[in-house]
Every structure is written in C-alpha cells, then in structure tokens.
C-alpha cells in the first residue's frame, strides 16, 4: 500500500497565499488519492518544510497528528513582506496497518501583506480640484513618472500595494499590474477597505524611466446605491488612491521604496462616468494613449496636482476572498431586430458582465449606446425589471479604430443587449463582433452533480449561474437592477448550496466581518442590517428580521460545517448571542413578538406580487419555528467553543422555546395551525413535534398538502430550502422528487421549460404567456429559491458532511423519482469524495471514493426507513478512504404518488419533466 500524494498546501482560507494579512497562517493540504492503494489510509504525522526566500534557510517541523486540516503555523511569524516556500509530506498507515510515506507536496509560496498599519508610507491622494460634474463622479487618472533602482547585482521583486476610495485598475509602463475587475471590492468601508498586492517585477524598468498609472471611478464608495432613487456618495465624494510601489532584494538586503506621494499628477478620465447601476460613457474623443507609459509630453497637458487626504476611519486589510475576475467569455448566439425594428444581441445566457465589442469603427461624433436586460417581452428589450438602473454602456467615437473596448469599472446582468446609434449598414452589426465577459469573484469550484434528467441537470446550472452572477465581491440578492445589496436572508437560505458549489469560505468569511462590525455598532442593539454593507433604506427601517437577522449566527454555523475553522465562530460569536440576547424583538414568553412586523415566507407563490410577505404561512410562526432553531445551533456553537455555562443556558432555553412553539403552535392532537408546505416543513425540518406519532401526523398532513398542491410549490425564501429535506426526513422522497419534476407554474422546473438560463427571483417571474410579472420587484438572477439544490446534493446524489469539516461524510443516496442515476462530487478538505450511482430494475450500484483521512458513514437506499416512527437506529457502515462497489435492492415507493383532487373535477394531464 502506497501514501497518497498531497495537494501543494494553502494558507487559512486565502485564495492563493500572496499578500496575505496573517503571520501565522494555517496549513491545510488535501490527498489525490488513487482508489485502489490508499484504501483505510489515515495520517499519524506530517512533516512541513519551510525554506525561507531571504536566507534560503530552510526549517523542516514533524508532527505526529492526525490533522491536515488548518494545522498550525509551525515556524516564527512571518513578518511583512517576508515570503517562504513551502511544502508538506505525510506518513500515515492504510487499512492493512503498515505505515507509508507521502512524496513531497509541490511547493506553495506563501507572502505575507502589510501587517502593520505603519509598513504604509504612503497617504491616500485626490485631485487638488474638482474635476468634472458632481455626481456621477468623472472617474480620475493618476500617473506618476519615476525611477526606481534595483539592485545590480542580486534577484530583485517588486510589489504595488495599492487600494482605492472607489474602484481602480493601475498600470506600470502602460501594462495593467493585475486582472482583478471592480477593485478593491466592496466592503464596509467605514470599518474594513480591503487592499491588494500585485507583483509587478515583470513590469518595471529600474534605473529608468517609468510611469506609473491608476485610473479610478466611483464603483460603490461614491456611487449612487440603493432603490427608490437610492443614496449618492455613501462614503464620500473624493475618489482617492493609495499606492505604496516598494522593490526589495529576494534577500531582503536592498530596498527602494517610491517616495510618497511625490509628483503625482491627477486628470479626468476619457471615461465621462461610470456607475454600477447606469453603466459606463466612454468618450474617445478625449483619450490620450500614452496617459500611462513614460513619454513625458504626456505629463503636460492639463495634469492637476494632487492632494493628500486623511486617513480613513477603515482598517486596511489584506482579503482572503479572491479578487473579481473575468473568467469566462461567451459569444454571442444570435443578433436580430426587435418588434420596433431595434438591433438586439442575444448571448443565449443570462449572465453578469459587461460586453466587449472586437472592433469599433464608425464615423467620428457616433454616439453607440448597448443597453442590456434579462429578458424579452413582447418582441422588445424588457427593461421593466431593472427599475431605475439604466444599465448602459455608451461610447462616443473619434472616428478611430478602437479594438477590444469594454467598460472597465461597471457590470450588468444580462442575456439580451440593444444597440442604439448604429450607422446603417455598419459591419459592427454581426454577432462575432460581441462577445460577453462574464465577471464574479474567481471563487474554486468544489461540487458538481449530474443526473439521468435533462431538466434537473439545467435546473443545476441555472443555480451555478446566478450563484456566480450574485458573489460579485459581495453576496448580492440580484446583479441587474437598482439594487445589487448583500441581503443577508438570500444568503443565509442559500450558503448550504453555494459552499458545496464553491469555496466561498474566505470570501463570506470577510463579509461576516462587516456584518458583525455593521451588527455591533453603538445603536444598533445589536440588530444587524438588512443588507450588508449597510445602505440607506428608505421604507425600511432598522428593525429585526427573523431569518435574515438569523444570519449572524446560521451562516457562520454553515461555513463551520464547510471547513471545521472554529476561529470564523469564535471571531462571530459577539454577533450571534447579541443578536438572541438583545436583537430578536420578544414578547413576554420568549418567542417574538406577536405584533412584530415580519418578512415572513417572502415569495411564497400565494402571495400578491406586490406584497411578498402577505403569503398563507403565518409570518411569526415562521420567525419563531427559525428562533428555536437558532438558538439550538447557537447552543452547538457554544458547545464546540467549549464554553460549558453557556451550553447549559442556552439548551435550556431551546427546550423552552421548543416547548412554547408546541404550546402555541401544534394542537393537542398535533396538528400544526399554520397548515401549509412551509409551515410543516419547518416544524419538521428544526425538530418542532413533540414525538414520533406527532411527526408521522405531520407526515400526512404535508403529504396531503403536496398532493393537494398537485406537486406545484407553495414555498417561499423560508420554505423552499427546506421543503424537499422535510419530505426526506419524514420517509416521503418521493414526494419530494414529484415536487422537483413538476413543470407547471410554480415549480423548479417551470422557469426551465420557459428557457431560464438562472434561477428567477420569483417563481413566475415571467408568466406563462410570456409578459413579465407585474410585480416591480422581478429579478430573473436571485439565487435564493435555488436552494434546492442542497437536497439535490446530500439526498439525489448522496453526500453531505456527517461532523463539521467533512472529516466524515455521510453517504446517503436516496433514488427516486424517473431519475435512474446520478453523479455527485465535492472537493472536500480532505480530497475530492464522489458518488455515482445507477439503478437497473431494482439493482441498485454506488460507487463511492472517499479521500484519505476521512471516512463515509454509508446508508444504502434498502436502509432507508420507510416509516417515520420506526425508532431504531438505521443501519449503516463506516467506511475508510478508497474506492468501492456497493450494491443492494432497492424499490422505491409507488412512481408517480397520486395527485388528490376532488371527485367531480377532471384531472389535467401530468406534466412531469
Ligand atoms: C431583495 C431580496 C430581499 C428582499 C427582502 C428584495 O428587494 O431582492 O431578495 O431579501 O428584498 O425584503
């Protein structure tokens, strides 16, 4: 038996170890391992190897531990700027107990940022002079000539670390320094701005002239943010930049550092505005090429001076989350005239981006405008849905060529893109002159699944769409109109899903750190925003939300589950129990309060599209069903913190709490009074019923439900991420299964047949007959009702963390439906796990990888109990890593369950995917 080989090794949960804030990074490392060698292999020592840029001096450390998950920093701090090499080995012993040894790991390099707020020298700059209108802010170029040396005789890095008041992309030498889009992102900027490192060695001159270059627009610090009209300059009206351009000896003997803010000259850009909700105007007329390459004409001309300005209120720190991108490029599918004779260029899939045109050649003074929306309605562009954002790019042209222009600091969402001022006959109007760019935060992809049905598979990659549309620095509710906030319900519902489908670890991680620092100001009693970073509201005011407030402690609990890091709910724990001991409004028995105005089972398909909370299911018993459980996980927090006291006080609580949900709720019979799919579900889902016989009464009544429903949704944000686990829970997956294959409206699969390519705020957010929903909150990129997709992971597919950090996983496929196989994997902290599965007739075949250093507890579908008061425990089996083979018999129950309608209707026909 061999050791599996090991993954180069990465640091906390940073996207790739350069620039990082920490000096004693965490090491984890993943096995590769190959199915039929590594079978039962778990590690007793590892080794790590650190060799040191600046001496080559190299440390090695061995540890016997079982852990390659977040292991400690074995060596002295890292200081800033210091950089090592780093790999790892492991010894570990297989199923047949001889001990092997892994091969070294490939080597990471890991760097350290600033880690002290005195490593800048520099200050952040503005222009001496206000340059352009008052809003939409004129985006502003810096440029500053230098020489810079290096040493002559000795390996030399240089580095820019560089953020912005506003969003920026800098050059050396007319060379943009990295690909990151929309930077530094958005964050909190009165508590947190990030900044960024780039490694610009490649780029510079020494010992001659060079230029460097930051141009930088409004993105979310100045521009305007937030619906109804929405709120101008948020953070300030300046943009500024702060670049500290610094070149060291690899051996950290030699530096030179860009004197501060000297000979910085400051213009306005070509660019005449450029916001995320309107879009970006491009005037070639008044670009200048060589802004930013060092010929020195082109330091005359109208170059302002600059200005220093204070220092703001905001830590600066080094992100983990990586950078917004552009990752992929669609071209387009299709170009055609609208009803009215409009030119329309359809890229075949919604998506989040700008659009990029080849080549640009139209007379001089032609104004191009590319307006860009999600949807057709009635033959023309369908703009309703974006509200007040405009969503236009414009450029104006000199008469010039201009190749490969795309706007630089906005982004839309997107299928469908008019172009208005076209001269006629122009050969820009061919549909290989567009191609789409789509951009997101370049987050690692970690699960996928398949299965035999073509519209569950779509029903898939709409989810992976809108969850890329909506993680564009921040966790967005919808990327098109007038609003693009990190509503924290939409992503609370969502987490489960997204981290299987990526690593959001590091990003939401970061964002959780504004949450709290949002959540725990002075006056805020501990309530955290309803959008994070905050924005004004208008018409809603700072009042606690059930759901959406249960973030604070729900979300930190997930991205627990997904890592095992206990430091992210240590770090958020102020947060949860300030929200439980001050937040949630109560009333005298503990549960909310009874009058408290709530968002309820928002979207549930009965409620009116103009009133999203106003659906069937009460809107407190939902609040309170999720405080007993918010609570209980909030007890799981404490018990894994280790604080023992507040494990007793808050168990208690939760019995309590349980107890006066049953006493209001559940009638003695055990009938719940909300009787609906969300209602039931909920109480099913967090463990509500008193007992077994209560449950299977629940059981039916959800049952009934379902059929009655003929298996349309009925589910809203709260409901639908845990109707089809419900269903499961109570022995009823084939249930659950009917529901996810049904097509008519409102259902998964409606928007699907319709040619959704996301996944649509609402459940008919486009109607049947092909008009848009009336409601003026329509999105059709909202990830929230996708939440389906967790079920289709862990009980589909089959796989799910049994303990935090996957160091368990627990195996638990359960067929059903028409769907005849199925193929999950998720690139776990150990390794890639994957299930497939395929059943012929009643033969049921699974095959299994599970990585090494973990184990799978297995439940075979001829496991699973058909009935939910059968107390005893399933049978399982605890496998070790390898490959395997398992097989049973396996008949599901009665395909497809019967619809219950009244005798004197006649049924429509089935419409099952
Ligand atoms: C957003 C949501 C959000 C909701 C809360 C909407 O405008 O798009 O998804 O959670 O408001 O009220």
Redesign the pocket.
């Known amino acids: 038996m061999s050791a599996p080989r090991l993954t180069a090794p990465t640091f906390e949960h940073h996207h790739n170890g350069f620039g990082l804030g920490y000096s004693e990074p965490r090491l984890s490392w993943q096995f590769e391992a190959d199915d039929s060698t590594t079978k039962g292999w778990t590690q007793i020592r590892y080794d790590i190897e650190i060799t040191w840029t600046a001496d080559q001096k190299v440390d090695h450390f061995s540890v016997d531990s079982d852990e390659s998950v977040l292991v400690p920093w074995p060596a002295r701090p890292l200081r800033s700027r210091e950089s090592a090499r780093v790999r790892v080995r492991s010894s570990g012993k297989g199923a047949g107990g001889s001990v092997s040894e892994s091969p070294w790991s490939p080597v990471s390099v890991v760097e350290a940022g600033f880690l002290n707020r005195d490593d800048w020298k520099e200050s952040f700059i503005t222009s001496s002079e206000r340059i352009g209108p008052n809003g939409p802010l004129q985006p502003l170029r810096f440029r500053r000539e230098f020489t810079l040396d290096a040493p002559p005789d000795k390996q030399w890095h240089a580095r820019l670390y560089v953020t912005a008041m506003g969003v920026f992309q800098a050059y050396i030498n007319g060379k943009l320094t990295s690909d990151e889009e929309m930077a530094p992102g958005w964050t909190s900027y009165k508590h947190r701005l990030n900044y960024h490192v780039h490694d610009v060695t490649a780029l510079l001159r020494p010992n001659e002239q060079n230029v460097i270059a930051i141009e930088v627009a409004e993105g979310w610090y100045a521009g305007t943010l937030g619906?109804r009209g929405g709120t101008r300059f948020l953070y300030g009206d300046k943009l500024a930049v702060l670049a500290q351009l610094e070149v060291y000896s690899d051996d950290m003997s030699f530096s030179s550092v860009l004197v501060p803010n000297k000979d910085w000259q400051c213009r306005g850009s070509p660019i005449q505005s450029s916001e995320v909700y309107d879009g970006e105007t491009y005037d070639a007329w008044l670009e200048d090429n060589q802004w930013n390459v060092p010929i020195s004409s082109a330091s005359t001309g109208d170059w302002k001076s600059v200005d220093t300005i204070p220092w703001p209120s905001a830590e600066l720190v080094a992100p983990d989350a990586p950078p917004v991108r552009v990752t992929q490029t669609v071209e387009a599918v299709d170009i055609f005239k609208s009803k009215s004779g409009k030119t329309i260029i359809d890229f075949g899939q919604n998506l989040v981006g700008k659009v990029q045109l080849r080549k640009i050649d139209v007379p001089e003074g032609t104004s191009l405008t590319f307006q860009h929306a999600e949807v057709m309605e009635h033959g023309e562009l369908g703009t309703r849905p974006l509200r007040l954002a405009k969503a236009t790019d414009t450029i104006i042209s000199a008469g010039k060529v201009i190749r490969d222009w795309a706007p630089r600091f906005t982004f839309h969402g997107f299928r469908y893109v008019q172009v208005d001022g076209l001269p006629e006959g122009s050969s820009l109007v061919s549909k290989e002159n567009f191609v789409a760019q789509v951009m997101h935060t370049d987050l690692k992809r970690r699960g996928d699944f398949v299965c035999s049905n073509a519209l569950v598979n779509q029903l898939y990659q709409n989810v992976i769409w809108s969850m890329r549309g909506n993680f564009l620095s921040i966790p967005t509710?919808?990327p098109q109109r007038n609003?693009r906030?990190g509503?924290?319900?939409?992503i609370q519902v969502f987490c489960p899903t997204a981290s299987f489908l990526f690593d959001t670890v590091g990003m939401l991680k970061d964002w959780l750190q504004d949450l709290a620092a949002e959540q725990l100001q002075e006056g805020r009693g501990s309530v955290p925003p309803?959008v994070c970073p905050e924005i004004p509201m208008p018409g809603?005011p700072h009042m606690p939300e059930a759901i959406?407030d249960d973030i604070v402690v729900l979300t930190p609990h997930v991205l627990y589950q997904f890592s095992s890091d206990k430091k992210i709910i240590s770090r958020q724990f102020v947060g949860m129990q300030g929200w439980l001991e001050n937040g949630v409004k109560r009333g005298a028995d503990g549960l909310w309060d009874e009058d408290h105005w709530q968002?309820g089972d928002?979207l549930d398909p009965k409620a009116p599209p103009n009133d999203?909370?106003n659906g069937p299911t009460d809107t407190i018993l939902v609040a309170d069903a999720y405080l007993v459980h918010t609570t209980e996980v909030f007890t799981e927090v404490c018990k894994v913190l280790g604080k023992a006291e507040l494990v007793e006080k808050y168990s208690s609580q939760t019995d309590d709490l349980r107890r006066k949900f049953q006493h209001k709720y559940i009638s003695p019979a055990g009938k719940l009074v909300s009787n609906t799919q969300t209602g039931i579900a909920l109480a099913i889902q967090f463990s509500l019923y008193r007992n077994a016989q209560e449950l299977s009464l629940a059981a039916h009544d959800l049952t009934k439900l379902v059929q009655r429903a003929r298996f349309n949704i009925a589910t809203g944000?709260a409901g639908t991420p845990v109707i089809a686990h419900a269903l499961t829970k109570v022995c009823r997956s084939q249930l659950a299964y009917r529901m996810l294959l049904e097509k008519t409206c409102p259902s998964w699969l409606y928007p699907v047949t319709m040619g959704a390519t996301t996944i649509w705020?609402r459940w008919d957010s486009m109607l049947p007959d092909g008009s848009i929903n009336p409601g003026t909150?329509t999105?059709f990129n909202?990830y929230?009702l996708g939440s389906v997709v967790d079920w289709l992971h862990a009980t589909v597919g089959g796989i799910s963390p049994a303990e935090p950090g996957w160091q368990q996983i627990l195996v638990r496929p359960i067929p059903g439906g028409n769907i005849t196989h199925a193929n999950v994997s998720f690139k776990g902290p150990y390794g890639l796990i994957s299930c497939k599965w395929e059943l012929v007739g009643r033969k049921f075949s699974m095959y299994l990888t599970i990585p090494p250093n973990s184990t799978a507890k297995v439940i075979l579908p001829s496991d699973i109990p058909r009935d939910v008061t059968r107390g005893e425990e399933v049978k399982h089996q605890i496998l070790g890593s390898g490959g395997y083979k398992l097989e049973c018999d396996f008949e599901a129950a009665e395909w497809p369950p019967q619809r219950l309608i009244a005798p004197h209707i006649s049924p429509p026909e089935e419409d099952i995917a």
Do not use: K, R, V
Not at 487 to 490: I, L, S
């Open positions: 619906f509710d919808c609003e906030l509503w924290t319900g939409d309803f809603w959406w968002l928002w999203p909370s944000f705020e909150m999105s909202h929230a």
